[in-house]
T-cell receptor, first 114, second 112 residues
């Protein structure tokens, strides 16, 4: 168990809908990362937050957004969902964003868009 | 941006044999190379990592080697056991706390 928690574990929704995925980092970790894992694209970085501020952005669609709250939990919002958004979404956390701070992954949320 | 290639995509070995997975990266500024193990239905688990200031790191049956000149790094698992069966991912980044770029994964199957 990495100490990173994600809810819900599974989510099934219809095209056009909006969902929110939640992540709680390990105790003491200030940095949160979101990754998407799909069969055709593999594991891809979406976005990173550090202590409430956005720090880095990867291949995140404009329909997706995220935020990190004062208690350091993070939410990933996915809107106008398409079939191709079906994937596993992982949250990872680290103490900081420097050269020595490893990333630890949560169990993921499996999103199915029908 | 960074591009990480991983080979092979599948690897089948007999229990007790060694397994080697290789990765190449494109960004010469990358200096942190972790390896993750992902079991079915679980998130990636960090198993070992190496930074660019060392050429090799070992942890029990697992070792990682890095060749910065050739821009490739490898995972070596010795005395494989059935519980080593999983998908393994290599990754690269400029720092441990920066975004990771992952390879495509290797499905390792250890036959008893």
């Amino acid at each position: 168990d990495s100490g990173v928690t994600q809810t819900p574990k599974h989510l099934i929704t219809a095209t056009g809908q909006r969902v929110t995925l939640r992540c709680s980092p390990r105790s003491g970790d200030l940095s949160v990362y979101w990754y998407q894992q799909s069969l055709d694209q593999g594991l891809q970085f979406l976005i990173q937050y550090y202590n409430g501020e956005e720090r880095a952005k990867g291949n995140i669609l404009e329909r997706f957004s995220a935020q990190q709250f004062p208690d350091l939990h993070s939410e990933l919002n996915l809107s106008s969902l398409e079939l191709g958004d079906s994937a596993l979404y992982f949250c990872a956390s680290s103490v900081d964003f420097g050269p020595t701070y490893e990333q630890y992954f949560g169990p993921g949320t499996r999103l199915t868009v029908t | 941006g960074e591009n990480v290639e991983q080979h092979p995509s599948t690897l089948s070995v007999q229990e007790g044999d060694s397994a080697v997975i290789k990765c190449t990266y494109s960004d010469s500024a990358s200096n942190y190379f972790p390896w993750y193990k992902q079991e079915l239905g679980k998130g990636p688990q960090l198993i070992i990592d190496i930074r660019s200031n060392v050429g090799e790191k070992k942890d029990q049956r697992i070792a990682v080697t890095l060749n910065k000149t050739a821009k490739h790094f490898s995972l070596h698992i010795t005395e494989t056991q059935p519980e080593d069966s999983a998908v393994y991912f290599c990754a690269a980044s400029r720092n441990a706390g920066n975004m990771l770029t992952f390879g495509g994964g290797t499905r390792l199957m250890v036959k008893p």
